[in-house]
T-cell receptor, first 112, second 111 residues
Framework: NAGVTQTPKFQVLKTGQSMTLQCAQD?????MSWYRQDPGMGLRLIHY???????DQGEVPNGYNVSRSTTEDFPLRLLSAAPSQTSVYFC???????????FGPGTRLTVT | TQLLEQSPQFLSIQEGENLTVYCNSS?????LQWYRQEPGEGPVLLVT?????EVKKLKRLTFQFGDARKDSSLHITAAQPGDTGLYLC???????????FGSGTKLNVKP
């Protein structure tokens, strides 16, 4: 099992550009989520999904879109990147109804 | 605004010393978790505490959940350089769908 994988590992964008951060898991987990981690702020939940076709907002959803068409994948879209979105992004997954999350290795995004 | 406050923010100690990290909230959570994160990697779950007053031990690490389920502590006995990392607490909502993380405690254990 590869667990939770994220691509790319690093990305630099210019303000206004769009991009999609990819997240995939091979553990057949119903629940998937996206976090951002900023210095001194810990991790903050952006969006989460409890199954294919179902998504919901977390603490900091503005500026980000998600969709969940398959159990395995949960992409995060930035439609018009802003410098405030410079951060490290983590994807996580777990079995629905369980508390234990498994995190991916992260994507470091810089918006100039 | 952080729902969970961790203290201290930074801790640098010598190998063999003991330390305690605190996680405090004004909100009640159904459970509380502690994670450890190494540079360039995602957080890894260490423990989940569920019942108010619960104490869990993981080798040299002792975790406690406050009676009111608003605060928690992590105590490390005889710290080792391998304990170095970022320690994060997270409060879990009742349906296990939302996790609120503290700002983290960066621990450095010097040989």
């Amino acid at each position: 099992n590869a667990g939770v994988t994220q691509t790319p590992k690093f990305q630099v964008l210019k303000t206004g550009q769009s991009m999609t951060l990819q997240c995939a898991q091979d553990m057949n987990h119903e629940y998937m989520s996206w976090y951002r981690q900023d210095p001194g702020m810990g991790l903050r939940l952006i969006h989460y999904s409890v199954g294919a076709g179902i998504t919901d907002q977390g603490e900091v959803p503005n500026g980000y879109n998600v969709s969940r068409s398959t159990t395995e994948d949960f992409p995060l879209r930035l439609l018009s990147a802003a410098p405030s979105q410079t951060s490290v992004y983590f994807c996580a997954s777990k079995l629905q109804g369980n508390r234990e999350q498994y995190f991916g290795p992260g994507t470091r995004l810089t918006v100039t | 605004t952080q729902l969970l406050e961790q203290s201290p923010q930074f801790l640098s100690i010598q190998e063999g010393e003991n330390l305690t990290v605190y996680c405090n909230s004004s909100s009640v959570f159904s459970s509380l978790q502690w994670y450890r994160q190494e540079p360039g990697e995602g957080p890894v779950l260490l423990v989940t505490v569920v019942t108010g007053g619960e104490v869990k031990k993981l080798k040299r690490l002792t975790f406690q959940f406050g009676d009111a389920r608003k605060d928690s502590s992590l105590h490390i006995t005889a710290a080792q350089p391998g304990d170095t990392g970022l320690y994060l607490c997270a409060g879990v909502t009742g349906n296990f769908n939302k996790f609120y993380f503290g700002s983290g405690t960066k621990l450095n254990v010097k040989p």
